[in-house]
């Protein structure tokens, strides 16, 4: 089973992680011992029981699990890792208090007043609850069915009213990867406008001040062809589908996106995905950071 240290870069200021090289063969709570000296053996247990030591992408439990030379043992210091992902998403961190998520493009958010189809918070509510039935997950912001990528739920409505109340000061970054139609020649540039929804929910553009909701967006090419352009994408606002808006009134519609005025469907799914997520937790305090790779199949349209 793969880790979801596999499916993530995690950089925070603090090591979340140990990487301890195996040079003898050994037990797995011996070799434990030893690397770590400064935790006790019940300790160590309690690490093996929560899931939190993996041997070659795999978790273990075991305490005399044989170690061979050359293996690696990962130490997840501050998360638990999940035996079993749920479908459609992959859990990235989990503590008490909040749920990282990578989702799969495809798999709503939430449900809407038309939409009761499975959502990414239907399956993590369905995973606190076999827990305890009691237990709950909150929302706190989304993401568009099509794109993929980090999103982060709470596990209280107390840790939900902290985030976001503070939203803009807690989360310290929040960037998309999003390939657009054509060639983008101005290597970076902000976007700056007021953002109204029509009876059709279509989101719409304007530069008149206070015109509906101030929409910011920052970008950078990444790569680009004659066809296509990689964007790295800050949003400094989060506004309903922002960035889809801002990339058809600079003249680039992200690929696959038929609703704000994309000719291209190269990759079968929309061409957005949020790769970084950088808040402070809103418990402990520490700064937390995911990074996600960039899909493939973005990339594979620039390696030809």
Same mark, same amino acid.
């Given at each position: =089973?793969?880790?979801?240290?596999?499916?993530?870069?995690?950089?925070?200021?603090?090591?979340?992680?140990?990487?301890?090289?195996?040079?003898?063969?050994?037990?797995?709570?011996?070799?434990?011992?030893?690397?770590i000296p400064s935790k006790s053996r019940s300790d160590i247990k309690s690490l093996l029981a929560h899931?939190?030591?993996?041997?070659?992408?795999?978790?273990?439990?075991?305490?005399?699990?044989?170690?061979?030379?050359?293996?690696?043992?990962?130490?997840? &210091?501050?998360?638990?890792?999940?035996?079993?992902?749920?479908?459609?998403?992959?859990?990235?961190?989990?503590?008490?208090?909040?749920?990282?998520?990578?989702?799969?493009?495809?798999?709503?958010?939430?449900?809407?007043?038309?939409?009761? *189809?499975?959502?990414?918070?239907?399956? $993590?509510?369905?995973?606190?609850?076999?827990?305890?039935?009691?237990?709950?997950i909150f929302v706190l912001h989304r993401l568009d069915r099509e794109t993929s990528g980090v999103m =982060?739920?709470?596990?209280?409505?107390?840790?939900?009213?902290?985030?976001?109340?503070? &939203?803009?000061?807690?989360?310290?970054?929040?960037?998309?990867?999003?390939?657009?139609?054509?060639?983008?020649?101005?290597?970076?540039?902000?976007?700056?406008? &007021?953002?109204? *929804?029509?009876?059709?929910?279509?989101?719409?553009?304007?530069?008149?001040?206070?015109?509906?909701?101030?929409?910011?967006?920052?970008?950078?090419?990444?790569?680009?062809?004659?066809?296509?352009?990689?964007?790295?994408?800050?949003?400094?606002?989060?506004?309903?589908?922002?960035?889809?808006?801002?990339?058809?009134?600079?003249?680039?519609?992200?690929?696959?996106?038929?609703?704000?005025?994309?000719?291209?469907?190269?990759?079968?799914?929309?061409? $957005?995905?949020?790769?970084?997520?950088?808040?402070?937790?809103?418990?402990?305090?520490?700064?937390?950071?995911?990074?996600?790779?960039?899909?493939?199949?973005?990339?594979? $349209?620039?390696?030809?």
């Amino acid at each position: =089973m793969h880790t979801p240290s596999n499916k993530l870069i995690t950089k925070t200021g603090k090591e979340r992680q140990s990487h301890l090289e195996v040079t003898e063969a050994a037990e797995l709570m011996k070799f434990l011992i030893g690397a770590i000296p400064s935790k006790s053996r019940s300790d160590i247990k309690s690490l093996l029981a929560h899931h939190q030591i993996s041997v070659g992408n795999e978790v273990i439990t075991q305490y005399n699990y044989p170690l061979e030379i050359g293996q690696q043992v990962v130490v997840n &210091w501050t998360k638990v890792l999940i035996e079993k992902q749920p479908e459609g998403l992959n859990i990235v961190f989990e503590d008490l208090h909040i749920i990282i998520i990578e989702k799969q493009a495809g798999l709503l958010s939430i449900a809407t007043a038309t939409e009761k *189809e499975q959502t990414a918070y239907s399956i $993590l509510s369905e995973h606190v609850k076999k827990r305890d039935p009691k237990n709950k997950i909150f929302v706190l912001h989304r993401l568009d069915r099509e794109t993929s990528g980090v999103m =982060m739920f709470a596990k209280s409505e107390k840790v939900q009213q902290l985030l976001q109340n503070a &939203w803009k000061e807690v989360v310290l970054e929040r960037s998309y990867v999003a390939v657009v139609e054509g060639l983008v020649t101005k290597e970076q540039g902000t976007i700056t406008s &007021w953002l109204t *929804e029509s009876k059709a929910f279509i989101m719409y553009s304007s530069r008149t001040p206070n015109a509906g909701q101030k929409a910011v967006t920052h970008y950078q090419v990444l790569q680009k062809n004659k066809n296509y352009s990689l964007l790295e994408v800050k949003l400094e606002t989060g506004r309903k589908n922002q960035i889809r808006v801002h990339m058809k009134e600079i003249g680039h519609s992200v690929i696959g996106d038929k609703k704000y005025g994309a000719t291209k469907h190269p990759i079968g799914r929309l061409g $957005l995905h949020a790769r970084v997520l950088a808040f402070k937790h809103p418990i402990t305090g520490e700064d937390i950071r995911y990074e996600t790779d960039i899909p493939k199949e973005f990339l594979n $349209l620039f390696s030809q």
